[in-house]
């Protein structure tokens, strides 16, 4: 929550673009819990929920959804850092918190649904999907994200990261999360490279992956490879040089890649096009506007 006189009249950065104006907490960290009454005799008489009722959390035009920041250890098996692909034999793939210990309102519940029908429905062996906990799965996460083809992107306690470990590993996301805007929303064309999937659908979720045609998931992963980079922050030379240290663990192992294979090795990452350069275009493309008095002026950079 910000003060309307602040909110109203500034760019807000921010990870979470959830649009309703009235909105439950999907937090498991009860403090955090901003729907439930909060008061304090000294410094919140008041409960709280007639200050922030009403507030928005993005408003799109005015504000941007910029990617939270990933080392790139964290995606060192990607091509995006010279590494060789990998078969893509993962039709979907979530490893993480599947709120086993949380509220019931984690997640808004997706992860939690999403995991039950994963085990007692055989989905690895029947699909080839991975829904599991952190301790389920053995083996490398960024290797594993590098062999699927899908990637669940769904809340956590509010907004997650996993938009970025699934691009920055060239996998394309599944968007399950109604009502919120991604990362870049706005800016980049989101149906190009990833598939948003109704809360309500969880249980065609198979189905649906299945359905789309192979031409169709290499056209989109070429145009993922175009705006990849995007999620990166690799301004500066520290960043740089742990990036040239994870091309040094990955000098290319075998021969070279058909031309027309979707998700070519990356050589030479484009650091004038990274996460931290696009936040500084878009800013700059709002100037004209900043002139003019108005924050809320709408038009892509990209």
Not at 18 to 41: I, K, Q
Request: aromatic letters at 10%; one cysteine or more; glycine letters at 8%.
């Amino acid at each position: 929550w910000i003060p309307s006189e602040i909110y109203n009249t500034s760019i807000i950065l921010g990870h979470w673009g959830r649009l309703e104006l009235n909105h439950t907490s999907n937090t498991a960290y009860e403090f955090d819990v901003y729907s439930e009454a909060r008061s304090h005799p000294i410094y919140q008489p008041q409960d709280w929920r007639g200050i922030i009722q009403g507030h928005p959390c993005y408003t799109p035009g005015k504000d941007l959804l910029i990617p939270a920041f990933k080392h790139p250890w964290q995606y060192r098996h990607s091509p995006l850092l010279g590494a060789q692909p990998l078969e893509r034999d993962i039709l979907l793939y979530f490893r993480g918190d599947v709120g086993k210990s949380r509220r019931d309102n984690y997640s808004r519940g997706i992860r939690q649904r999403l995991h039950k029908m994963a085990r007692e429905r055989d989905w690895f062996k029947k699909h080839r999907i991975i829904v599991a906990a952190s301790d389920e799965v053995a083996g490398d996460y960024s290797e594993q994200l590098a062999r699927s083809v899908w990637c669940l992107v769904a809340p956590g306690d509010g907004w997650s990261s996993r938009a970025e470990d699934a691009i920055l590993h060239g996998c394309l996301p599944v968007v399950i999360m109604d009502g919120v805007v991604p990362v870049w929303g706005g800016l980049l064309d989101w149906d190009a490279f990833s598939l948003a999937v109704r809360e309500d659908a969880l249980e065609h979720l198979p189905h649906i992956l299945q359905g789309v045609p192979p031409d169709k998931v290499a056209r989109m992963q070429r145009r993922l490879s175009h705006v990849w980079h995007r999620f990166a922050y690799m301004t500066g030379k520290v960043l740089q040089n742990s990036a040239q240290q994870e091309r040094m663990y990955n000098k290319p192992k075998g021969g070279a890649l058909p031309g027309d294979f979707p998700l070519q090795v990356v050589h030479s990452f484009p650091v004038q096009d990274d996460a931290f350069s696009t936040i500084i275009q878009w800013l700059y493309s709002k100037m004209p506007a900043a002139r003019k008095g108005s924050a809320g002026a709408t038009g892509p950079v990209i």
